[in-house]
């Protein structure tokens, strides 16, 4: 039976754990949505948003004890001025999950966690990853016509060795 057991042990030590919760916290500070399974994104849930609870303080002292959870100043700049103050009136539920079906290789339940109220910043990153894209696949075709130009030149070079030995 599971009565009294609160932690989503996600079969690791308890080290392992807090570095895995801290790195998807971290990540989902950042990009505002992320995929994960299913069963991460339910930790990362009430991690996070014990965290965004101590953010909407906004002082020093909470921005400390959410150092000692994420330990990257720059996440939690972006935490307390940013993210918190969107969230002062709100009494909780800071995150939404979406589940998205199942992971091709392992058939792991896969789901989406993204914080609430910042649905058009991620269109902004993908629309940039979409330019990001377009030139990665212009700089491969270019690297194909080279590719192609110089497998011509040495089907010419060759060919004239060929012509050579003939005449010998």
């Known amino acids: 039976m599971r009565h009294r057991k609160n932690v989503l042990k996600l079969g690791r030590t308890p080290s392992h754990r807090r570095a895995l919760l ?4 971290a990540a989902l500070i950042i990009y505002k949505k992320i995929k994960t399974t299913t069963v991460k994104a339910k930790a990362l849930r009430s991690f ?3 965290l965004i609870t101590k953010a909407r303080r906004g002082d020093l002292h909470s921005r400390k004890i959410i150092l000692k959870y994420i330990p990257r100043k720059d996440v939690v700049r972006e935490l307390v001025d940013e993210i918190a103050p969107k969230y002062a009136d709100r009494p909780g539920g800071y995150t939404r999950i979406t589940k998205i079906g ?3 290789s392992d058939a792991a339940d896969m789901a ?3 914080l609430v109220g910042f ?5 902004k990153r993908k629309e940039k990853s979409e330019k990001d894209r377009k030139k990665r696949k212009e700089k491969k075709e270019k690297e194909m016509k080279e590719a192609e130009k110089h497998a011509e ?6 060919v004239e060795k060929s012509e050579k030995e003939k005449k010998e």
Do not use: H
């Not at 801290?22 to 916290?25: C, K, R, S, T, V």
């Not at 649905?119 to 269109?123: D, I, L, Q």
């Open 119 to 123: 649905e058009g910043v991620y269109k």
């Open 48 to 50: 996070i948003e014990r």
């Open 153 to 158: 030149e040495t089907q010419l070079s060759e």
């Open 22 to 25: 801290a790195n998807l916290a």
């Open 112 to 114: 989406l966690i993204e």
């Open 102 to 104: 199942q992971r091709r």
